[in-house]
């Protein structure tokens, strides 16, 4: 039973193959068009994953989105007409595509695949928690998901029992814990749909002096995490923007222009709607435990992604394990609408895999050494070749000890919005420069973001204060107490930006100004060649910790092919490309002129 998941038309659209409930593959768009967040038709993903499975489009028993069109396209409807004339600009904006494409995805799917057979349609929340429990390591769990909106529902409670799912309660649009963050999002001058997680990372700069306005004036929270949202500060269910200027009014100015200099009123208001986020998620989640009385949760949707909301959950011990789908946002909704066709569809056995089943995430496009040689002998790229892996990693290793920044380009390509290690730019914690040098100098991105740590599992409870697992980076939690550094009571009363470059721990690289970070917990079972690298770090300094940050630049999606880790090594100041075992330094490349793409020559087919 081989079956396509499909998400598009909206923003990060993808596809997936599952076959006999086996995550065969599942790849974004974004990566192989490189257009970021990519919205149209996942032509380049679908093909990626019909070859990973070996198959064609006829050989499907069924294609499957993720969504259900006209559900969404009534409420847009219902929308409009309850604010008439007020939202007319929208609704002009709007309505043709919908009539001209959205409506008919049938035979949309049908004509672009040239596909004959069964095409399904799954809810939106129903795909999301499908793409949260069916790959998790748990027979029952209570499931909840929460994002902007889906068709109507904006969160979503159910259950999960071996291969069926029930959704028990949910909350409906406009009133949105996603659309409320984006809205924040928006007002302090980051995009929605992409720039949420620097929100996040700005918040503990500041101080959540705003949380009682935000109460006051914009949310009615009740015990049970559901709210009701004072519709007359916001703009997003009829107009072109996220809020209004009443809205600006309680927090004393206009919106912030993007790009323009960050100031302590942003850090405030990023922390205040942080600390309510994590209220409204803690109320759910207790909400879930008391009407479903599982053991367990699983977690998707956009707000899913919010590691520091996260790890607040873990830590308050209301579930006794907690699992996260690492492509929480739309993306993930190809693999659970494969993964409804699968279990609700066909009524497919499911048996629950121990750890879980995402195969840690790699679920994407490789190349294989041979083909990586191609390239670089066709491109006449210096390079030195490394024939067994084990040199590779100490000589990557001494690379990093050295503070030298790593492009690292390894077998099959991550599903979701990070980079796991098959696709990361790395660097050495210990560092005290790093940070600032990889966001300035690599990144091109602000100053103030924060990096993740790449530890070696069996070490994390030493350096950091968790005692579980975080393969997917989806956890944030403190420096261990014995590596952090104390302030001196002059760097205390530093306020904002003014506290980023205080070394805060022995790994100051990745400890943000609150002593937290985003851990990503490194298994020899899922990705040895990462393991590897880390354990010849580790042997080397004694130090299991690395910095891990996507492999591409602001504003580009993560490379997908050599061709693309080449150009991003070249556009950057990186010091060091590993692609497989080939090793390429910096020093030794000559001047970077882009010509034909690559790509087009090595295209699937």
Known sequence: MTILGISAFYHDSAACIVRDGVIIAAAQEERFSRKKHDERFPHHAVRYCLQEAKCTVADLDAVIFYDKPFLKFNRLLETYLESAPKGFRSFIHAV?????EKLWLS?????ELNFEGKILFTEHHEAHAASAFFPSPFERAAIVTVDGVGEYATTSLSVGVNNNITILAEQHFPHSLGLLYSSFTYFTGFKVNSGEYKLMGLAPYGEPKYVQTIYEHLVDLREDGSFAMNMEYFNYSSGLTMTNDRFASLFDATPRMPESPLTQREMDIAASIQVVTEEIMLKIVRHAKNITGEKNLCLAGGVALNCVANGKILRSNIFDSVWIQPAAGDAGGALGAALIGTYHYYKKERNAAKGDSQSGSYLGSSYSDEIIGTFLKEKNIPHFYVPDFEGVCGQVSALIADENVVGWFQGRMEFGPRALGNRSILGDARSHQMQKKMNLKIKYRESFRPFAPAILAEHVSEWFDINCESPYMLLVADVAKDKQQPMTEEQKQLWGIARLNIARSQIPA?????????????????????HQLITAFYNRTTCPVIVNTS??????????????????????????????NYILMKSAQPAYEEKDDWRKKYELD
Request: glycine share 4%; with cysteine.
């Open 551 to 580: 492999f591409n630049v602001r504003g580009e999606p993560i490379v997908e092919s050599p061709d693309d880790a080449y150009r991003c090594f070249m556009r950057t100041e990186m010091d060091v490309l590993v692609l497989g």
């Open 510 to 530: 990745v400890t943000h100004v609150d002593y937290s970070a985003r851990i990503q917990t490194v298994h020899r079972e899922t990705n040895p060649r990462f």
């Open 96 to 100: 043709p595509v919908w009539l001209k």
């Open 107 to 111: 035979d949309v799917i049908a004509e």
